[in-house]
């Protein structure tokens, strides 16, 4: 009889799963059945399928339309001898398959760092024997021993569990560790709902265990994240689309020109060697030889960029990636908030006081009605303190600069409070050492402490739990003023309900007096008759910037919204701090708004043109599983919106690599997520994502100036062939000078707009639409007529200096320079797209006057050096000659100026 696996172990009874997977509790599967099993299930290890070979990975990135581009433009360069353009452009070539080729190599990755997250050792009972074995050895039925510190290392159900809870977030995006129970749910609970089961990778941090595994390797959780990891489509880049068509458009314009100068040559009656060179001459001419170079260089210096702002590139495209974002999904834990449980309201006596600081640092004060009080002045206020910090198992530490919690968070935010009230953990416990406790599990919902006060004269029991656990245990309440007074039961619990419903977690504080020789607490003892202090309202509070940034967004047209395993209501209370509300836009009016969100049991029940509305109309989605979050990217990304999906957990990995931009945390998160992602954030703080956004946008503008400034020379050098060819005359421009001209003014004039500071509208501008061109109509048209002048400028010089007597040599070097004058005059009209640079600041990218300094050295080169006149059949031009070419720069940068002012006028 074979074992069938089933996705509902967490409904049956843990009886019922042990008839299923036939195996006894108390003695473990003997030697045949594990033998039996692991041929039946194999190893539980995370399998790597088999991928494309090294070489066919690495060939396949020649394959694109700008790769055969620059492929032909080297061969031909090698063919007219020109051996270092050739050397330049095909390194060029190289460079982009091995970024290619890297980057398809992250997946394997990925799947390779979740497998090592599962290699561990397992604690199982096998035969009646207690055996520690290797958990790839783990078959479905072995019985699981855990304790307090193990990793889980399989999915496994509980049977039997004491005081245990499990931390889930990097599985889940659940914040706190789970309190687990061994009773059946019902069928449709989600993942994080599944108290009754532990899964692999997870951490046990507090308590003990006995568990049934029954899903081993790739049948687990985590496994079936690694398969989503394998199969989620990794998208291009907006500009990789973009430059994508435009490169095959480019191909098939630049083959029809030459085809038709060809053939129009030979019905003029010229030979076919005149005309195939006169065609190689346009090809070289329109080829963008510049283009992969500047966008490499471009986004490289974006990288640099955004490394001085926390965030770390691992891919290249994704710097411009990042400027295109309309979506932005956040996750909640760690990104938005800090990770850190914070009490934030105290209610004891008759006060409701706030505390504040962020995070376990003792740094803080505690107000009323925004006024600083003295916990020592106000027992009740007090003692609710006391007992949060002595009924504690965890212990807050100082690491470098920051403190961090061992153990439990709620319990780290209790000990905080508590030292924000000058109340150290250290000193109370010499003050009250403790005697025993009855530690918390789920049944009793409560942990209580018994502890003898210092003078000796009596024992107290100090209790913390949830509100319908503590409340009826109570007969009397403390006073502002340390007294014992009646307890309106009803009024506290629409206390506790009200904090919970503004999305704190709280903790409800009690006492009890007992004799002096008191020394052991049995659950019967604090049963009733204690003295109720009060309630502690804690929540993972949002980072001190995020706030802020979400605004920053928000006011670039971004829309941000937030994913996240953890509860609704907690999800909504950071929500509306953050300004998260529920419009499409993801912006509201006011604090007053309803935050809409959608859980991940809604999200089930959803079929995907359903999902696609909610999700556009949505800004907090909450209790999403992992294969949730994926749909959600894709239900975006199917209306056009570029996404971007921040994580940190196992979980997040899948939807990192299938956004158009996946972040990853790196101080929190797993090694899985920073696999999957694409950008790496230092700080792990959402603020990060606002500036390195603001940096994308920077750098797609800074190529767009690129490509607005280098396609006029290619046109240009185009027309003029043309122009030689339908008159019938000699070529204005030689092949060998065509590169010079491109690869040249591209590294010395164009590269140098990669430099350019981020425009000051940058981040109040809406994002650009996916679906626009690169290059939009206006640009097109100051292309169009930059490309003109060129021709009109060089072909006419040309022929000028042909009818002065010049030799066609200086007639051809006068053609050369108006090219690059002209260039040089362009670029500084390229500075800004809209305005003038004075706008820009004529002073505020040095790298522009180097880079014309240096070109018009060359260019004198060129003109005058004897070597260079030999290589590039050039030769020296008079004073004359030089005005004549400047004029001609002037003219373009004037027309150019006055379509710009124009077109602002008429806005």
Same mark, same amino acid.
């Given at each position: 009889m074979s074992i069938e696996a089933t996705q509902s172990w967490h409904s049956v009874s843990a009886d019922d799963v042990l008839r299923s997977l036939r195996v006894d509790i108390d003695a473990g599967l003997g030697d045949s059945a594990i033998q039996e099993r692991l041929n039946q299930f194999g190893e539980n290890l995370l399998t790597v399928g088999k991928d494309p070979s090294k070489i066919i990975t690495f060939l396949t990135q020649f394959h694109q339309p700008l790769i055969y581009i620059l492929i032909v433009s080297g061969t031909i360069s090698s063919v007219l001898g020109a051996v270092v353009d050739a050397a330049v452009i095909f390194g060029v070539v190289a460079v982009n398959a091995v970024i290619g080729y890297l980057q398809e190599s992250r997946a394997i990755a990925a799947i390779a760092s979740l497998a090592r997250g599962m290699v561990t050792q397992a604690v199982v009972l096998r035969a009646a024997t207690r055996k520690t074995v290797p958990a790839s050895a783990l078959v479905p039925g072995d019985v699981l021993l855990l304790c307090s510190g193990d990793k889980v290392p399989a999915d496994a159900r509980l049977v039997r569990c004491r005081d245990l809870r499990v931390e889930e977030a990097a599985l889940t995006g659940e914040s706190l560790p789970i309190v687990k129970q061994p009773a059946p749910l019902p069928p449709d609970a989600s993942l994080a709902e599944r108290t009754n089961m532990v899964y692999a990778s997870t951490l046990v941090v507090h308590g003990t265990a006995t568990a049934i595994v029954v899903a081993t390797g790739t049948a687990t959780e985590i496994g079936r994240v690694s398969e989503m990891i394998r199969t989620a489509e990794l998208l291009a880049t907006p500009l990789t689309r973009k430059i994508a068509a435009f490169s095959s458009a480019l191909l098939w314009a630049i083959l029809g020109l030459a085809a038709v100068t060809f053939g129009v040559g030979l019905l003029r009656g010229e030979t076919w060697l005149e005309m195939l060179m006169a065609a190689v001459a346009l090809a070289v001419g329109a080829i963008p030889e510049g283009l992969p170079a500047a966008m490499t260089i471009t986004l490289a210096i974006g990288v640099s960029r955004m490394a001085n702002r926390n965030a770390i590139i691992r891919r290249l495209p994704a710097v411009e990636a990042l400027g295109s974002t309309t979506v932005i999904c956040a996750d909640k834990t760690g990104t938005l908030t800090q990770n850190a449980m914070t009490v934030q309201e105290v209610a004891a006596g008759d006060g409701v006081f706030r505390v504040t600081g962020t995070g376990y640092a003792p740094a803080g004060a505690i107000l009323r009605a925004g006024t600083p009080v003295s916990a020592a002045q106000i027992p009740a206020l007090q003692r609710c303190l006391q007992a949060g910090a002595l009924c504690s198992e965890a212990k807050l530490t100082r690491r470098g600069a920051a403190w961090v919690v061992e153990g439990d968070p709620t319990e780290g935010a209790l000990l905080a409070a508590a030292a924000k009230a000058g109340l150290v953990a250290a000193e109370l416990a010499a003050q009250y050492p403790r005697l025993d406790a009855i530690p918390f599990e789920s +049944?009793?919902?409560? &942990? !209580?402490?018994?502890?003898?006060?210092? #003078?000796?004269?009596?024992?107290?029991?100090? &209790?913390?739990?949830?509100?319908?656990?503590?409340?009826?245990?109570?007969?009397? !309440?403390?006073?502002? =003023?340390?007294? !014992?007074?009646?307890?309106?039961?009803?009024?506290? /619990? /629409? =206390?506790? +309900?009200?904090?919970?419903?503004?999305? @704190?977690?709280? @903790?409800?504080?009690a006492m009890l007096e007992m004799p002096p020789t008191q020394d052991r607490l049995a659950p019967s003892q604090v049963r009733a008759g204690l003295t109720w202090l009060g309630l502690q309202g804690m929540i993972d509070p949002p980072r001190p910037n995020a706030a802020a940034a979400v605004r920053a967004c928000q006011g670039a047209g971004i829309h941000v919204k937030m994913i996240t395993g953890d509860h609704a209501l907690t999800a909504a209370a950071v929500a509306r701090d953050l300004g998260l509300f529920g419009a499409g836009d993801g912006t509201g009016d006011g604090a007053g708004d309803p935050v809409k969100v959608l859980s991940g049991t809604e999200i089930a029940a959803l079929g995907e043109d359903d999902l696609a509305a909610r999700a556009r109309e949505t800004a907090v989605f909450a209790r999403v599983a992992p294969e949730q979050k994926l749909r959600l990217v894709m239900a975006l990304q199917a209306q056009g919106q570029i996404v971007a999906m921040t994580g940190d957990g196992v979980n997040d990995a899948p939807a990192l690599r299938r956004a158009d931009i996946g972040v990853a945390m790196g101080q929190a998160g797993t090694e899985v997520a920073k696999e999957a992602a694409d950008m790496v954030l230092t700080d792990d703080d959402f603020a990060s994502i606002e500036a390195a956004v603001e940096e994308g946008r920077g750098v797609y503008d800074n190529l767009v100036k690129f490509i607005t400034w280098t396609l006029p020379t290619n046109l240009g050098e185009g027309l003029v062939i043309l122009a030689a060819t339908f008159a019938g005359a000699a070529l204005p421009i030689l092949p060998v000078q065509i590169l010079w001209i491109n690869m040249t003014? !591209?590294?010395?004039?164009?590269? &140098?707009?990669?430099? +350019?500071?981020? +425009? /000051?509208? %940058? &981040?109040? =501008?809406?994002? /650009?639409?996916?679906?626009?061109? *690169?290059?939009? #109509?206006?640009? *097109?048209?100051? %292309?169009? @007529?930059?490309?003109?002048?060129? @021709? *009109?400028?060089?072909?006419?010089?040309?022929s000028w200096e042909l009818t002065a007597g010049a030799a066609e040599a200086a007639a051809r070097t006068v053609a050369v320079n108006v090219f690059v004058v002209v260039e040089l005059f362009y670029l500084f009209n390229c500075r800004s797209l809209e305005r003038s640079m004075v706008r820009q600041g004529l002073f505020s990218n040095a790298w522009v006057s180097g880079g014309v300094s240096l070109m018009i050295a060359l260019q004198l080169a060129f003109t005058y050096l004897p070597f260079m006149n030999k290589a590039f059949a050039s030769h020296p031009i008079g004073a004359g000659s030089w005005a004549r070419i400047l004029v001609s720069g002037l003219i373009c940068y004037g027309a150019v100026g006055l379509e710009k002012w124009l077109r602002l006028r008429t806005r």
């Open positions: +049944e009793r919902q409560y &942990m !209580a402490s018994l502890h003898r006060v210092a #003078n000796g004269k009596a024992t107290l029991v100090f &209790m913390k739990g949830a509100a319908e656990s503590v409340l009826p245990r109570c007969d009397c !309440a403390l006073t502002e =003023r340390g007294d !014992a007074g009646p307890i309106d039961a009803e009024a506290w /619990r /629409r =206390r506790a +309900e009200d904090m919970a419903a503004r999305g @704190l977690r709280v @903790l409800a504080l003014t !591209a590294v010395l004039l164009g590269l &140098m707009l990669a430099f +350019e500071p981020k +425009e /000051r509208d %940058i &981040m109040i =501008r809406p994002p /650009r639409d996916p679906g626009h061109p *690169i290059l939009t #109509n206006v640009l *097109i048209g100051r %292309i169009v @007529l930059v490309g003109v002048l060129l @021709l *009109i400028a060089s072909f006419g010089l040309y």
